[in-house]
């Protein structure tokens, strides 16, 4: 592992750092097989943020199934990754604070992908309240989440207690199904789910 100087994930220098020296053991390398089968089954075209997007595998994928798809991230070095993995679509990427970012148009989904896990425990309320502030009635949440409770992080794994904890107040969960082609880091800890916005 290469030294690092940031060790505050909620630094955008902390993620520069890890993209610059090319350390990403998160990085699927690819669009994940349930959100590919989750774009085919799609009964229209959504209109979709993915949040804290890294390299965004998963922008080219939804953006050619003729979706309305913006992915952001607040590391200047990851978005500058993600435009030239993206080719024609590099404009559908955003340098921007999800916690800040206001999307200009109403949206059908958010997209998780190591998002929540990147983030120290203490931040997840705010994570739901904003995914919940996103998503419009009906609107969707579909991803991968980590379960763990390893105390160091990232990533930091969640207790499938806690994460009903934090999206039943404003979420129903509609898919919860295991994923078939996880990268090591995630191996055996991480599930494919759909929350719907109540
Ligand atoms: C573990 S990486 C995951 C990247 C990508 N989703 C993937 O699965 O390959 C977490 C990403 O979230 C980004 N991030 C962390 N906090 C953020 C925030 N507040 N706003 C936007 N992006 C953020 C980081 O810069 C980093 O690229």
């Known amino acids: 592992m290469p030294d690092f100087s940031s060790r505050d994930p909620l630094a955008p220098a902390f993620w520069d750092e ?4 090319q350390f990403t053991p998160w990085d699927r390398g690819g669009a994940p097989a349930e959100l ?3 774009v085919a089954q799609a009964p229209r075209p959504l209109t979709a943020l993915a949040p804290g997007c890294g390299s965004a595998w998963e922008l080219a994928l939804m953006l050619d199934a ?5 992915a952001i991230d607040f590391s200047a070095s990851a978005v500058a990754r993600a435009k030239t993995l993206a080719g024609k679509w590099a ?3 955003v340098q921007a604070d999800f916690f800040e970012y206001t999307p200009p148009r109403p949206l059908d989904l958010v997209y998780e992908q190591a998002f929540l896990c990147a983030l120290p425990r203490a931040r997840w309320p705010e994570v739901a309240r904003r995914w919940e502030q996103l998503l419009r009635s009906g609107g969707l949440l579909a991803g991968y989440f980590y379960f763990d409770n390893a105390p160091k992080g990232p990533p930091f794994g969640i207790a499938r207690e806690r994460l009903d904890e934090l999206l039943t107040p404003g979420f129903d969960c509609i ?3 295991a ?3 996880s990268i090591p880091v995630f191996a055996g800890k991480e599930r494919w789910m759909v929350w719907r916005r109540k």
Do not use: L, M
């Open 18 to 21: 890890r993209f610059d020296k």
């Open 36 to 38: 590919r089968d989750f």
């Open 66 to 70: 003729g979706w309305d798809a913006t």
């Open 91 to 93: 404009d559908r990427i």
């Open 175 to 177: 898919v919860d199904e």
């Open 179 to 181: 994923v078939s082609d």
